[in-house]
């Protein structure tokens, strides 16, 4: 669980970087819009090609869960590869989740500190 942990730290401060840009700018509406555009092109990042077994379900940190009906699971690739006892899917599913983390915390972090265009 390394990796999701790392990209999850990575995401937390790039949170914390956006949440102190949209308190300083909360009267600003462009600033506002800006933030608010920025956050949800990076929810996009947590989708993927599908869960095991279930490719409908393309949100990679929540779903409803295998035996739950419509109760909600987090990160269900990894639990649900655990409770099933396959170490191998679960590694992958750590893999593809930790990814994405890490694809929408660098997407934030890249949006308040966008690189010069020269």
């Known amino acids: 669980l390394t990796p ?9 401060e790039a949170s914390r970087v956006i949440d102190q840009d949209a308190s300083k700018n909360e009267d600003d ?4 819009n800006s933030i608010n555009r920025r956050l949800a092109y990076a929810e996009r990042s947590f989708l993927g ?3 095991p077994g279930r490719t409908w379900f393309k949100h990679l940190l929540q779903a409803p869960g295998y035996y739950l009906g419509y109760g909600s699971r987090a990160f269900p690739g ?3 590869a655990l409770d099933g006892g396959d170490v191998i899917v679960a590694a992958k599913q750590v893999k593809v989740a930790s990814n994405a983390v890490a694809a929408a915390a660098n ?3 890249d949006a308040i500190n966008p690189a010069p265009c020269y």
């Open 4 to 12: 999701l942990k790392v990209a999850s730290a990575k995401f937390v």
């Open 107 to 109: 997407f934030l972090s």
């Open 49 to 51: 090609s599908g869960l």
């Open 29 to 32: 509406r462009r600033k506002v």
């Open 78 to 80: 990894i639990a649900e």
